[in-house]
């Protein structure tokens, strides 16, 4: 039993983190995903009794499989002819095109959800002074986590200003930056303690 124990923890196939980041927008099943990996790690060209041995499907399973992936575009057929023969390769190409397509699909979703979150907050559409100033401190490396955090953190103080929210962020990073790390800079220069809530 130990023998076979050992056997499940060895790590025979490998697959990036990123894919594995962004697969779940493709919707693919649990065979789908296992005869993809096994295109990844193996070999790609559909050598059944290969894949039976290493996924234990069935070869029904196999073809039903490879084919669902063919006419969801995930895999296409490319053939060749070397030295007279003629050999068909699975490519993986339009399974990659698709990975980087749900990856900055999910990565608007995502934009597009900080920005819900300020409107529902504030009760109004932003302004594009807004919109910029939450583009800012995207692009000088501000989590959108901690952004979120800090409008939350506003808002329970009864404070739901891009003002105060900036010193937020700007005081909790300051805590957290370690000393040869570039220091993140306020947005709005200025001295707080002495502006209203504008």
């Known amino acids: 039993m130990n023998d076979l124990k050992s056997l499940y923890k060895q790590k025979n196939y490998q697959i990036n983190s990123l894919v594995l980041k962004s697969i779940k927008g493709l919707n693919l099943s649990l065979a789908e995903f296992l005869l993809i990996l096994y295109f990844i790690n193996e070999e790609a060209s559909l050598n059944l009794e290969g894949i039976k041995e290493s996924l234990g499907l069935t070869e029904e399973e196999i073809l039903n499989t490879y084919s669902d992936l063919i006419s969801k575009g995930i895999i296409e057929i490319i053939v060749s002819k070397e030295n007279g023969k003629v050999t068909e390769k699975i490519s993986l190409e339009l399974f990659y095109d698709k990975l980087v397509l749900s990856s900055s699909k999910e990565n608007n979703k995502v934009s597009e959800d900080i920005y819900s979150k300020f409107e529902n907050e504030f009760g109004r559409t932003l302004s594009p002074i807004e919109y910029e100033t939450i583009n800012n401190w995207l692009n ?51 001295d707080w303690l002495g502006v209203s809530n504008e």
């Open 140 to 190: 000088n490396g501000v989590s959108e986590e901690t952004i979120v955090s800090a409008l939350k953190e506003a808002v329970i103080q009864e404070v739901p200003k891009l003002r105060y929210i900036d010193k937020i962020i700007y005081e909790w990073t300051k805590k957290t930056k370690k000393p040869e790390d570039e220091e993140y800079k306020e947005l709005f220069d200025y």
